[in-house]
């Protein structure tokens, strides 16, 4: 069983930036699909970016491409967004995922919070 705990949320100003941390437990992130979530109010949860467990395909939603970054850190068992440019329509309910695929197992962190002012 996978638990995943976000961090790195907060309030920023248009134009700044965050890093959202991703820490994963009870197995090993390196076998697992990852991806970044979001939801604003009144909103259905989307895909903001994802990669597969080797790297070999990604996926970034077109409203974030050029300005946020997927990333991993196996040795830290850690999945990161970095992001760049915010605009205040970024502003949303950030979720890590970890889908294990044919192996099985979808896993979510509880959430952070993106605030941006304009």
């Known amino acids: 069983q996978l638990q995943l705990v976000e961090s790195g949320g907060g309030l920023v100003q248009a134009g700044g930036s965050l890093r959202l941390s991703c820490v994963a437990s009870g197995s090993t992130l390196d076998s697992y699909y990852i991806g970044w979530f979001r939801q604003a109010p009144g909103k259905e949860r989307e895909g903001v970016s994802c990669?597969?467990?080797?790297?070999?395909?990604?996926y970034s939603a077109d409203s974030v491409k050029g300005r946020f970054a997927i990333s991993r850190d196996n040795a830290k068992n850690t999945m990161y967004l970095e992001m760049n440019s915010l605009k205040p329509e970024d502003a949303a309910l950030y979720y890590c995922?970890?889908?294990?695929?044919?192996?099985?197992?979808?896993?979510w962190g509880q959430g952070t919070q993106v605030t941006v002012s304009s």
């Open positions: 990669v597969s467990k080797d790297g070999d395909m990604a």
């Open positions: 995922n970890a889908n294990g695929r044919i192996m099985g197992g979808d896993y």
